[in-house]
Nanobody, 130 residues
Framework: QVQLVESGGGLVQAGGSLRLSCAAS????????MGWFRQAPGKGPEFVAF??????????RDSVKDRDRFTISRDNAKKTVYLQMNSLKPEDAAVYYC?????????????????????WGQGTQVTVSS
């Protein structure tokens, strides 16, 4: 089992940057595929990005691919996954959650499905002022 704790959210002006962190407990962090989701007020949760167990290039929702606005990364030695968010827009405002799936991914479609993940953090609020 793993526990996830997000941090790094806050208030930022449009065009600004934030770096979210998600620290995991347990000894087997490197066996988990990690994802980020977000939920804005009055909207359903949506996939943001995921990264495989060994790191490398992540996979992103289309709205954050533009100009490489968001970058997901992980440090298995620190048992932490990050989400660097640049050029933030008001529509990026949401509660951001990290999630962990025990094992590898075989389909990016799976990684975009909330039900595929086994563990969730409590979320961190991101507010973007226009």
């Amino acid at each position: 089992q793993v526990q996830l704790v997000e941090s790094g959210g806050g208030l930022v002006q449009a065009g600004g940057s934030l770096r979210l962190s998600c620290a995991a407990s347990g000894r087997t962090f490197s066996t988990y595929t990690m994802g980020w989701f977000r939920q804005a007020p009055g909207k359903g949760p949506e996939f943001v990005a995921f990264i495989g167990r060994r790191g490398g290039n992540g996979y992103y929702r289309d709205s954050v691919k533009d100009r490489d606005r968001f970058t997901i990364s992980r440090d298995n030695a620190k048992k932490t996954v990050y989400l660097q968010m640049n050029s933030l827009k008001p529509e990026d405002a949401a509660v951001y959650y990290c999630a962990a799936h025990e094992g590898p991914y075989y389909s990016t479609n799976d990684t975009m499905n909330r039900a595929w993940y086994d563990y969730w953090g409590q979320g961190t609020q991101v507010t973007v002022s226009s």
